[in-house]
């Protein structure tokens, strides 16, 4: 069965330091990795997500994503963090025989930044 | 363009009531997704649509039904509300599968406390 687990319910980082969400997956086929941001009273934006080929990720707000395959975990990133970039992050993962676009999300990382 | 949207925005029903809640995209897509985000669970998939006239089951439709009448709306039905189906949901569209892996996106939400 496919399945994301986000290890951390919540991230703590000072501003100007840099940042790690953490995401595991497991899925029987390739995997197609998404990461979300929510910020308070919104729905989920898009960030960045990996289909194939080149294993780092570049995404929205300087944010990027590490693909691993042999560690089946695909870690967010951000050099220097800002307060801004508090909020939800969800990581989630679309199996690649799938042609529904269903995607099982994780249960969410709260990441504070502090200044 | 709009994007996705969802009415109403906030509902406070009394056990037993019935409601639909509306979503509505404009970029064309052929796949609609309705969730449910409940805290320290993620977002957990209700029913989807593939295609105008089409809906499937999603993680966990029970108490839910859908229609897909048209393909820029899809609905989501509470025959008889109860207080477990307090949450906050959302709903989301994608382009077909076929047309590249494609991100998801989301509407605003709609926050439904059960009394």
């Known amino acids: 069965a496919q399945s994301v687990a986000q290890p951390e319910d919540q991230v703590n980082v000072a501003e100007g330091n840099p940042l790690t969400v953490k995401c595991t997956y497991s899925?029987?086929?390739?995997?197609?990795l998404f990461w979300y941001v929510q910020y308070p009273n919104r729905g989920l934006q898009f960030l960045l997500k990996?289909?194939?080929?080149?294993?780092l990720v570049k995404g929205s707000y300087g944010f990027e994503a590490e693909f691993n395959k042999s560690q089946t975990s695909f870690h967010l990133k951000k050099p220097s963090a800002l307060v801004s970039d508090s909020a939800l992050y969800f990581c989630?993962?679309?199996?690649?025989?799938?042609?529904?676009?269903?995607?099982?999300f994780g249960q969410g990382t709260t990441l504070q930044v502090k200044p | 363009n709009a994007g996705v949207t969802q009415t109403p925005k906030f509902r406070v029903l009394k056990t037993g009531q019935s409601m639909t809640l509306l979503c509505a995209q404009d970029?064309?897509?052929?796949?609609m997704y309705w969730y449910r985000q409940d805290p320290g669970m993620g977002l957990r998939l209700i029913h989807y649509s593939v295609g105008e006239g089409t809906t499937a089951k999603g993680e966990v439709p029970d108490g839910y039904n859908v229609s897909r009448l048209k393909k820029q709306n899809f609905l989501l039905g509470l025959e008889s509300a109860a207080p477990s189906q307090t949450s906050v949901y959302f709903c989301?569209?994608?382009?077909?599968?076929?047309?590249?892996?494609?991100?998801?996106?989301f509407g605003p939400g709609t926050r439904l406390t059960v009394l």
């Open positions: 990996y289909i194939t080929g080149d294993n």
């Open positions: 989630a993962v679309r199996e690649s025989t799938s042609n529904t676009g269903k995607l099982i």
């Open positions: 989301a569209s994608s382009s077909r599968w076929r047309e590249g892996v494609n991100e998801q996106f």
């Open positions: 899925v029987s086929g390739n995997p197609y």
């Open positions: 970029m064309n897509h052929e796949y």
